[in-house]
């Protein structure tokens, strides 16, 4: 396959995901108050595992992106969309970094990196909880309490439902993590 024809190949792919994660964000998905499990990560996530770190990072930004420019994104200030819906989501790139390799499809490797990206990415918006949504605290709930538990319940809930559809997924489809 000649380079040109790869790289429109990724491309393609990259919006595509992106697309499809801001698609899947559309689904109400709020368990309590600002809880959430945000299974819209895991598109970024698989084309991080397929692709590496750099096609995540693009990913999660179109992905960001897109949630902005189409008016689905909760925007306080600049800094804050800033921090939540560029720096946030292209953190789950970091799944990257735990591609497996072509011959050995592990899960732990590869459950470890997706549980890594998306804490990462909620680590972002722990801080953005801090800094910019500590007037929504709950009653006696100071804001870093506060962020804790809201980005520290849904960033464990979204990384276990990430780690148990991916491993669904590529226990049924193995080929998913694989390029041709």
Do not use: D
Request: one cysteine or more; aromatic letters at 14%; glycine letters at 8%.
């Amino acid at each position: 396959m000649s380079n040109s024809k790869f790289n429109v190949r990724l491309l393609t792919e990259i919006a595509f995901m992106a697309a499809l994660a801001f698609i899947i964000s559309l689904i109400p998905n709020t368990v309590y108050g600002w809880i959430i499990i945000e299974i819209a990560c895991i598109p970024i996530l698989i084309l991080s595992l397929r692709r590496g770190f750099l096609a995540g990072v693009i990913g999660g930004l179109v992905w960001g992106i897109l949630a902005m420019i189409t008016g689905h994104a909760y925007i306080l200030t600049l800094s804050q969309a800033g921090l939540e819906y560029l720096v946030a989501p292209l953190s789950l790139g970091l799944a990257g970094l735990f591609r497996p390799k072509a011959q050995s499809l592990q899960l732990f490797p590869l459950l470890s990196g997706v549980f890594i990206a998306v804490l990462a990415k909620y680590f972002f918006h722990f801080l953005a909880g801090i800094i910019f949504w500590s007037q929504y605290a709950w009653k006696g709930w100071g804001a870093i309490a506060y962020s804790l538990a809201v980005n520290g319940i849904s960033g464990i809930l979204t990384a276990i439902a990430a780690c148990i559809i991916l491993t669904l997924f590529v226990k049924k489809f193995p080929q998913l993590l694989s390029i041709r």
